[in-house]
């Protein structure tokens, strides 16, 4: 089984346009969608769901009022002010423990609390794992992991051989999840000034992990001078440039009519590029 992550070092250099015209061109595969604090590869696959998941990610505190003698210990140990009139704000509470720990009484008591949902779905391109996670959760590297299980899964189940993953941006703990025990890590970057400095970020955590890095640079000739840079850069570094996708408005009609920009306009600039990057990678 082959896993190919999409992932960039920010947001908005455009990796689910390119995740989302991947499963295109792939033809049959599993699709994941590891963003799931902003997904959005669901508006261009349209997927159909099948099933849903609760997520419980989160701890939240309750008081006992029967138990609980109003020594206030919990209301001064929060840091986060979530206990105001021995009364606990869902939307402060980390569920960190502290108040339950201090508790002379245990009348503290920590809950799990549904953090977001998991869907298994079904695509033209395949089937798809995708979730949401709900505003101001936390633990969303532990949702992505559930994202990638599930994809597993549904290879294992209906017998294909590739999974193609679009991951959050960033090196934080929903990067890592979404990178560990892939075979190659796609590396979408824009001819910005931080470019290369976002680049390296991302490019750094795919070799911790000893994964194979390849990179795009996206809407390269809206600055060539910094594109240049991060060809040189990558060159530099060993790494194999796939494509030189220039800007094309095609793109964005396509998200507008809510498809793939291979298959809106598969002779635009933009596709031609992104074809030539699939048949680098499938080899």
Request: hydrophobic share 45%; proline share 5%.
């Amino acid at each position: 089984m082959k896993q190919i992550a999409i992932v960039s070092g920010k947001g908005g250099t455009g990796k689910t346009s390119i995740a989302a015209s991947f499963a295109s061109l792939a033809g049959k595969c599993v699709i994941a969608d590891c963003d799931v604090d902003a997904s959005t590869l669901h508006l261009l696959l349209n997927p159909r769901v099948l099933v849903q998941q609760e997520f419980r990610g989160s701890k939240l505190a309750s008081i006992d009022k029967e138990k609980c003698i109003e020594c206030l210990l919990c209301e001064k140990a929060c840091r986060y002010g979530a206990i105001r009139n021995l009364r606990v704000d869902p939307f402060l509470c980390e569920g960190c423990g502290v108040c339950a720990f201090l508790c002379p009484k245990g009348a503290i008591e920590l809950t799990e609390k549904v953090s977001g949902y998991a869907y298994i779905s079904e695509t033209k391109y395949g089937p798809m794992a995708h979730a949401k996670l709900g505003a101001a959760e936390a633990n969303s590297g532990k949702l992505v992991a559930l994202v990638r299980q599930n994809a597993i899964l549904l290879a294992k189940q209906k017998g294909l051989d590739l999974i193609i993953i679009d991951g959050p941006p960033g090196i934080g703990c929903p990067v890592i999840a979404s990178l560990t025990g892939v075979d190659i890590a796609v590396m979408v970057a824009e001819p910005t000034f931080s470019g290369i400095h976002d680049l390296q970020r991302i490019m750094g955590l795919a070799e911790h992990f000893r994964l194979k890095p390849l990179a795009i640079v996206n809407m390269y000739d809206l600055n060539e001078e910094n594109g240049a840079r991060i060809i040189d850069f990558c060159e530099a570094r060993g790494v194999e440039v796939l494509a030189k996708i220039p800007f094309d408005p095609s793109v964005t009609e396509a998200m507008v009519q809510g498809k793939t920009v291979v298959e809106y306009a598969p002779h635009a600039p933009a596709s031609v590029k992104i074809r030539e990057a699939w048949e680098k990678i499938k080899g």
